[in-house]
């Protein structure tokens, strides 16, 4: 199996670590916990149905690299993303005997990766983490990079650390159990990454999911809702392209944000339409499209460029309308409890052109104002 | 006045920051805040009895330096280190507007200390953090190093992060409104540095309250319990030895653990007889003299050594003996759930003599376990 992995390094000084991507991953874990040095005590995290499809076999896998581990659940969805979880899996981890020494293992999508990482950040002021996604959106972004955190009643995610994983293992064959909503939603992630950064990946998605090949590599399959090739790809690209960034910018000082392309709008938009009734990917799909237009109405993106965006994300079965009925005054009210903002002034990301971002603080209220009032008259 | 500040540099590369310590520092810390390039939004944390001292004048001297300020404050005692209160303090920040460029400020002792730093580590996964310890222990210890956390049911401490502020400011003024018991505690962990790193601050000691000289710098004058001289000395001595502990070790893989010496003891000595029952350096007092005999008893240290230590301690108006009534299970149980057990094995900060400790993984259970029942039958 291990001729069908692609191992992604990520550069951080003493804090780098592998990502290694393919089939038979999560039955690889334990030698690959050894080989990275971690320790011989671990508490899995997971959620009920991660954990009945996948936590049997993690534990076999840990146990034979005599790696003694328990499994324990946290509710599922955004509900979960509270600080009062981390502290439940801190108790839980330090009654379960856990040490210094011993590591905890984030066993699903970026929920269960959030709040695990958090805990690991937080327990004995730090213990090793091992990220195993389950979800596209977790193998292609949120597992990768060290950002971690719970949601608070003024937003998304502004309670957290910066905690990088010690190893990431990314098993394809679990995006087979996947359901196709989820599958659009990771989509979104990986076009994302190919609209601030490669336009070669923006190319080849659009080749699969626009112009929809009737066979070949990167043809649809309908039971993983992309071919195996292009999962493979789209994992691997998005390692990469997100490990440079994070690289180059591991605390966000500069271009990492270019990584939030559409999330300020998605965040509050999730906010305003209640978190949990859209999922992640799709309020940063009708993100990525409004920070798309306001590019284009700044004068700065080719209205070419904007269209693509909106075709692609469109093909890939995801939303590009702001809902119906969500308030444009509330829209801009969220936006303003974002992380983004500094000074008083909301920093956009925007597209120059395709495969291009850059940082925009700029941007007067009235002309996010506007766009969020016509796009929510489209609605 | 700045002819009486002593600047004490902490070398921690890019997380490098300035102790400033002498009369007046509050007054100056605006400018101080300006001077280490920090934003223009602050929250101050405190406790209300110490906001009622210094929170006037620190709003004051911020203001001055056109630093948009608010106070908050937590309960006073161990009961405000809870996952909680760090939760609420997030939250009173990101509604009071401020952003990834503010900054805390941790008005107090160790708790509002602890609780501050943890929250300044969450926020926005980060914010800069500013010290301004009011209290002798604070001064000599919490401020300068970056540990923060708070409790959870097993223990103290066991939940946290390591976060350096950018600045500490030590106004030794505020020491002249410190209860004498406070200032017994502070005592604790200055007599810890010397007893661990430096024989000449350990007989200095010794020198000012075992032969209790009538007259001279170093006698104690009744309003602050010790005399001016001897507390400028204690806190900047304390801060450099601390200082070059922490940046041979900031996150504690060696050196920095015998920093904990009497801390394992004194921990499960806390928990055993109730959190608040025993303040910190009362527990750590005791913990000290535990610790120096079971390093007679296992015939590395003196036991001229080990009673000079408990003179000392003594002589500073701390306890020596373990609370009448203590269950001597009981702490052995505590110190199983202590951070510096590893694989099983509980470590102990013990001496080799006084000014020189090390760390000993080897102490059989059974002779912890007859140390614990003696000082228990003695009380």
């Known amino acids: 199996m291990s001729g069908d992995t692609s191992t992604v390094p990520i550069d951080l000084g003493e804090r780098s670590y592998l990502v290694h991507i393919g089939p038979g991953e999560q039955a690889r874990l334990g030698q690959r916990c050894r080989d990275a040095g971690l320790g011989r005590r671990a508490m899995v995290v997971s959620n009920p149905a991660i954990a009945r499809h996948f936590g ?19 509710v599922p969805g955004e509900r979960a993303k509270k600080l009062a979880t981390v502290g439940h899996l801190c108790d839980q981890a330090i009654a379960a005997g856990l040490d210094r020494g011993s590591f905890l293992v984030a066993l699903g999508g970026g929920v269960v990766g959030d709040v695990t990482g958090f805990a690991a950040a937080c327990l004995y002021r730090g213990v090793a983490l091992v990220q195993v996604p389950t979800t596209l959106v977790a193998m292609v972004d949120s597992s990768v990079g060290g950002k971690t955190g719970v949601n608070c009643a003024l937003g998304k995610n502004l309670i957290g650390a910066f905690w990088q994983p010690s190893l990431v293992a990314a098993d394809l064959d679990a995006l087979t159990t996947l359901p196709a909503r989820e599958r659009r939603c990771g989509l979104a992630e990986v076009i994302k990454h190919g609209a601030i950064l490669d336009l070669d990946l923006f190319e080849r998605l659009e080749e699969a999911l626009v112009r929809r090949p009737a066979a070949g590599d990167f043809a649809l399959t309908p039971r993983v809702g992309l071919s195996a090739e292009l999962a493979r790809y789209s ?14 910018d591991e605390r966000e000082a500069g271009q990492r944000a270019w990584l939030n392309f559409g999330h300020t709008f998605g965040h509050a938009l999730e906010k305003v339409c209640g978190l949990g009734r859209l999922h992640h990917g799709e309020a940063v799909s009708i993100g990525m ?25 469109a093909a890939a ?7 119906r009925g969500t308030d444009p005054a509330a829209l801009l009210a969220a936006m303003g409890h974002d992380k983004k903002v500094r000074d008083g002034r909301l920093k956009l990301v925007l597209l120059s052109r395709l495969g291009q971002a850059f940082v925009a603080g700029d941007t007067p209220t009235a002309m996010i104002e506007q766009l969020l009032n016509e796009a929510s008259r489209e609605a």
Chains 1, 2 share one sequence.
């Open 317 to 323: 079965g995801l939303p590009i309308q702001v809902p």
């Open 235 to 248: 994992v691997e690209r998005s390692c990469r392209l997100k490990g440079a960034v994070v690289a180059a």
């Open 56 to 74: 049997q076999s993690i534990l076999t896998s840990l146990g034979r690299a005599e790696i003694d581990a328990r499994l324990v659940t946290v």
């Open 289 to 313: 499209v409004l920070a798309a237009r306001l590019g284009v109405r700044r004068g700065e993106l080719a209205g070419a460029d904007s269209e693509r965006l909106e075709r692609l994300l």
